[in-house]
């Protein structure tokens, strides 16, 4: 059985400050993870995925991701936030060898501040 | 390059009506999905196909029907409107049906059942 928790529903930071978008998985198989990003009124973007090549995943827009087997992590982080940034932010976490197991996190809402 | 188009982008339904919304990528993408999205609780697989002609259901398929008669439409038909199914519907498709690739989404068809 696989799930995927986003430990946070909201995060707020100031502009320029680093972002850490916390995400935790269980999976029976060798998982497949991803970040998606959603602007207001439109559909998911993909930020990054990983797919069992290097660790440490550098996506687009300045994010990167760290897959971490032992803690069963997949958090999100940027360096230096912009206003852009602000959006809803999912986790998702996929059986390679499946059409169909595929489970998205609940979402965290991401603010900037000025 | 349009990717995947939604249509349409809003719909107001009453009880027991029936409707389809239309969903069509340029990406020659065999696999096709059907989500919905409702607050706080991510996205949920409804149906998918992997290729013309073969379809399967998702987590929640109750209440819906569809079809793949072409690589390029996937249709999504409720059949007998209900209130709970009120929910922002995503279209998504990728180039093959692995968990390992990641999806294109649509911009969304926001349905109200009054």
């Known amino acids: 059985a696989q799930s995927v928790t986003q430990l946070d529903s909201h995060v707020s930071v100031s502009e320029g400050t680093p972002v850490l978008l916390r995400c935790n998985y269980s999976s029976s198989y060798s998982p497949s993870l991803f970040w998606y990003v959603q602007h207001p009124n439109k559909g998911l973007q993909l930020l990054l995925k990983?797919?069992?090549?290097?660790?440490l995943v550098k996506g687009i827009n300045g994010f990167e991701a760290e897959f971490k087997k032992s803690e069963t992590s997949f958090h999100l982080t940027k360096p230096s936030a912009h206003m852009s940034d602000a959006a809803e932010y999912f986790c998702v976490v996929s059986e390679r060898s499946s059409a169909s197991k595929i489970i998205f996190g609940s979402g965290t809402r991401l603010s900037i501040r000025p | 390059n349009a990717g995947v188009t939604q249509t349409p982008k809003f719909q107001v339904l009453k009880t027991g009506q029936s409707m389809t919304l239309q969903c069509a990528q340029d990406?020659?993408?065999?696999?096709m999905s059907w989500y919905r999205q409702d607050p706080g609780m991510g996205l949920r697989l409804i149906h998918y196909?992997?290729?013309?002609?073969?379809?399967d259901q998702g987590e929640v398929p109750n209440g819906y029907n569809v079809s793949r008669s072409t690589t390029e439409d996937f249709p999504l038909r409720l059949l007998s409107a209900a209130p709970s199914q009120t929910s922002v519907y995503f279209c998504a498709s990728k180039n093959s049906a692995g968990g390992d690739q990641p999806q294109h989404f649509g911009d969304g068809t926001r349905l109200s059942i009054l």
């Open positions: 196909s992997v290729g013309a002609g073969i379809t």
């Open positions: 990406m020659n993408h065999e696999y």
């Open positions: 990983y797919t069992s090549a290097a660790t």
